[in-house]
């Protein structure tokens, strides 16, 4: 299986690290526009594009990590479905509701494998008390609390805190419970950043 990786930030390097390492997988090529990333090419014996529309058109690799910035996630990965290329979308999937939709929509016509890298819901601890909640060991579950606390990743400027990090705990949530929410209640602030918000309250019925 060819694989390439658009995005070669800090998510971007571990998925073109572990194509690298993955038996039976070829790592063909990274994209990115920084010329810095070619660092990242080098280091795993790729080639490097600056963009991703020629690294798709000359590699025609059968799976892409699309790790850009959120803002670009629905441009990038529409245009590597409609290539007819699998696609593995760092996570959130998209910055809008209608732009997520629109890509699983888009996917399915296309008959490409379109997955979010949650990665959280593959860590083992989380897997194995899936099972215990499943077996039923851990009795009726009535209520699951999920806190983080400290910075804002310095990295991240193009999404608010629920966006790039409150996904984890709700998508952990669902997975562990089977279910996804019937109502939701929140409030979100700005304490340290003035275009977004970095702090946020949030209830799940």
């Known amino acids: 299986m060819k694989a390439a990786v658009i995005g070669t930030g800090s998510m971007g390097r571990n998925h073109a690290r572990l194509y690298a390492d993955i038996e039976g997988v070829e790592l063909v090529a990274v994209a990115d526009v920084s010329q810095d990333a070619k660092g990242v090419a080098d280091k795993y014996g790729c080639r490097f594009y600056t963009g991703h529309k020629e690294m798709i058109e000359t590699e025609k690799p059968d799976i892409v990590s699309v790790c850009v910035p959120t803002s670009l996630h629905y441009e990038v990965s529409k245009f590597v479905i409609e290539k007819g290329v699998n696609l593995l979308i760092e996570k959130p999937i998209a910055s809008r509701v209608e732009e997520a939709e629109e890509l699983v929509e888009l996917a399915k016509k296309a008959k490409v494998k379109l997955a979010v890298g949650h990665i959280e819901r593959f860590n083992p601890a989380v897997q194995r008390l899936k099972k215990l909640i499943d077996e039923g060991k851990l009795g009726n579950v009535t209520s699951i609390l999920a806190r983080r606390v400290g910075l804002y990743p310095p990295r991240i400027r193009d999404a608010n805190v629920i966006i790039d990090i409150a996904v984890h705990?709700?998508?952990?949530?669902?997975?562990?419970?089977?279910?996804?929410p019937s109502k939701v209640f929140s409030c979100a602030g700005k304490a340290l950043i003035n275009d977004r918000e970095d702090y946020a309250d949030i209830f799940l019925k």
């Open 169 to 180: 705990d709700i998508d952990v949530f669902n997975y562990l419970l089977g279910k996804e």
